[in-house]
C-alpha cells in the first residue's frame, strides 16, 4: 500500500476473515496476518476486546509482520465493560504482559466503553470521568491509550479537557448514535485533538448491515459521502501535523478493506 500521507495510517478492524478476497483461495489462517501486512502498515486487534491474548500469541503476531507495522488491541471487556475500570488491576496487568510481547509494534490500547445507561456503574458523566481519570494516572501505559465513549451527550468540553489533561486520545467514531467526524470537527476543531495522535473509527451500522448479509466479501452499503466527510476532517487534522489512524470495520460497508480502497481513491481525486 502506498502512503496516502506520511502521518496518515489507515488499516481495518481484525484481520482473520477467511472470505476476504484479499486472501489468495486455499490459504490457511495462519497465513493472514503475514498477508494482510503485505498490504497495510497496521490493525486494530478486536479479539482481544473478548480475552486478552495469550503472551506467546502476541509474540506470533510480532514475528508475522514486517518492521514499522503496528498494532492497536481493544482493551479487554472484564475492564471496560464488566468492571467500568474499578478493581481491575489484575486484569489490566495481565493484559499488559501480553500486549508487552508486540514491544515496538504496539502501537494504541483502545478502551471501548459501552453505553452506559443511569442505572449502570457509570450513570453519570462525572462519574464516568472520575473512575477515567483514577484509571489512566495508574495505567503506566507502554503506548497511547484510546477512549471511545458510545453516550451522545457525555461528548463534551468536559470529557475532551479531561482527556487532554491525560493525554490520552479522543476515539472519533463513524458510527450510527454518534455525532459524526464532520460535526465533531465544526463543533470542537482542534479541541478533539486530546492526545499524541488522532483516532478514527469507521464502524456503521450493525443492525442495518446484518440485515443485509454476514458475509464479508464485498460492498453492500455506498459509503461515498460519508467517507468523503471523513477526508476533509482527516485533512483539516494532518495540517496540524497531528498522526491519524483510521480503523475501518466490516460493518461500514461490507467488506472493510473494499472500504478502504474506496477511500484511497477518494484522497487521490480530492
Request: proline share 6%; glycine share 6%.
Given at each position: 500500500?502506498a502512503?496516502?500521507?506520511?502521518?496518515?495510517?489507515?488499516?481495518?478492524?481484525?484481520?482473520?476473515?477467511?472470505?476476504?478476497?484479499?486472501?489468495?483461495?486455499?490459504?490457511?489462517?495462519?497465513?493472514?496476518?503475514?498477508?494482510?501486512?503485505?498490504?497495510?502498515?497496521?490493525?486494530?486487534?478486536?479479539?482481544?476486546?473478548?480475552?486478552?491474548?495469550?503472551?506467546?500469541?502476541?509474540?506470533?503476531?510480532?514475528?508475522?509482520?514486517?518492521?514499522?507495522?503496528?498494532?492497536?488491541?481493544?482493551?479487554?471487556?472484564?475492564?471496560?465493560?464488566?468492571?467500568?475500570?474499578?478493581?481491575?488491576?489484575?486484569?489490566?496487568?495481565?493484559?499488559?504482559?501480553?500486549?508487552?510481547?508486540?514491544?515496538?509494534?504496539?502501537?494504541?490500547?483502545?478502551?471501548?466503553?459501552?453505553?452506559?445507561?443511569?442505572?449502570?456503574?457509570?450513570?453519570?458523566?462525572?462519574?464516568?470521568?472520575?473512575?477515567?481519570?483514577?484509571?489512566?494516572?495508574?495505567?503506566?501505559?507502554?503506548?497511547?491509550?484510546?477512549?471511545?465513549?458510545?453516550?451522545?451527550?457525555?461528548?463534551?468540553?468536559?470529557?475532551?479537557?479531561?482527556?487532554?489533561?491525560?493525554?490520552?486520545?479522543?476515539?472519533?467514531?463513524?458510527?450510527?448514535?454518534?455525532?459524526?467526524?464532520?460535526?465533531?470537527?465544526?463543533?470542537?476543531?482542534?479541541?478533539?485533538?486530546?492526545g499524541p495522535?488522532?483516532?478514527?473509527?469507521?464502524?456503521?451500522?450493525?443492525?442495518?448491515?446484518?440485515?443485509?448479509?454476514?458475509?464479508?466479501?464485498?460492498?453492500?452499503?455506498?459509503?461515498?459521502?460519508?467517507?468523503?466527510?471523513?477526508?476533509?476532517?482527516?485533512?483539516?487534522?494532518?495540517?496540524?501535523?497531528?498522526?491519524?489512524?483510521?480503523?475501518?470495520?466490516?460493518?461500514?460497508?461490507?467488506?472493510?478493506?473494499?472500504?478502504?480502497?474506496?477511500?484511497?481513491?477518494?484522497?487521490?481525486?480530492?
Open positions: 500500500m502512503d496516502l500521507h506520511p502521518l496518515l495510517r489507515i488499516g481495518t478492524s481484525s484481520w482473520s476473515n477467511a472470505e476476504w478476497p484479499l486472501y489468495p483461495k486455499g490459504m490457511k489462517p495462519g497465513g493472514f496476518l503475514s498477508c494482510y501486512a503485505g498490504r497495510f502498515r497496521t490493525v486494530e486487534v478486536d479479539s482481544s476486546f473478548y480475552r486478552a491474548p495469550a503472551p506467546g500469541l502476541c509474540e506470533r503476531w510480532y514475528g508475522a509482520v514486517p518492521e514499522g507495522f503496528t498494532f492497536a488491541l481493544k482493551v479487554p471487556q472484564s475492564i471496560t465493560h464488566e468492571k467500568a475500570l474499578e478493581s481491575a488491576d489484575g486484569e489490566w496487568e495481565g493484559f499488559l504482559a501480553s500486549a508487552g510481547r508486540l514491544k515496538e509494534k504496539l502501537g494504541y490500547l483502545v478502551l471501548q466503553f459501552p453505553y452506559f445507561n443511569k442505572s449502570s456503574a457509570c450513570p453519570t458523566l462525572g462519574e464516568f470521568l472520575r473512575r477515567l481519570s483514577a484509571f489512566l494516572e495508574a495505567a503506566r501505559a507502554p503506548c497511547p491509550l484510546v477512549v471511545e465513549v458510545r453516550n451522545k451527550s457525555w461528548v463534551g468540553k468536559d470529557l475532551l479537557v479531561s482527556l487532554k489533561e491525560r493525554n490520552a486520545i479522543f476515539a472519533v467514531t463513524d458510527q450510527e448514535w454518534m455525532p459524526r467526524p464532520g460535526e465533531l470537527w465544526e463543533k470542537y476543531g482542534p479541541e478533539l485533538l486530546t495522535a488522532a483516532y478514527l473509527r469507521m464502524l456503521g451500522e450493525r443492525k442495518r448491515i446484518e440485515a443485509i448479509t454476514t458475509s464479508w466479501e464485498k460492498l453492500v452499503i455506498d459509503r461515498t459521502q460519508e467517507t468523503r466527510d471523513a477526508i476533509a476532517v482527516i485533512r483539516s487534522i494532518l495540517a496540524t501535523t497531528r498522526p491519524v489512524v483510521v480503523m475501518v470495520n466490516n460493518h461500514y460497508a461490507g467488506y472493510a478493506v473494499a472500504s478502504i480502497e474506496l477511500f484511497e481513491s477518494l484522497w487521490i481525486e480530492a
